[in-house]
């Protein structure tokens, strides 16, 4: 892994400013940007390069923000799993119509 001290946007030194416990690297072997506090992994860079959107990243899972990230999580999850109740419903109506139709049809 190799360390990044200096970057054309000062990604690395924006994010010490965040928290001066951060440091950057970029992990070739993965092709990725791994940021660590404290010499133990914080998070992977979930973008291809360095730019403001890392920079937010970083804020966003702080862990301060760890409630409110949670909460996002658990309403994105509630969202996902409405959506498909709906789906299966719509599913199970169609099966319905269908058989009703058969029946209909044969009878």
């Not at 950057?24 to 992977?44: S, T």
């Amino acid at each position: 892994m190799q360390p990044i001290s200096h970057d054309l946007f000062n990604i690395a030194g924006r994010l010490r400013q965040i928290d001066p416990a951060y440091s950057l690297y970029r992990n070739a072997e993965q092709d990725r940007y791994e940021v660590f506090w404290h010499g133990k992994l914080a998070f992977v860079v979930p973008f291809d390069r360095l730019d403001e959107r890392t920079l937010v990243y970083a804020k966003k899972t702080r862990r301060e923000n760890a409630d409110e990230l949670e909460r996002e999580i658990d309403e994105g999850n509630a969202a996902i799993a409405q959506a498909q109740a709906r789906t299966l419903q719509k599913m199970k109506d169609q099966i319905k119509d269908y058989v009703q139709y058969d029946f209909e049809r044969f009878n």
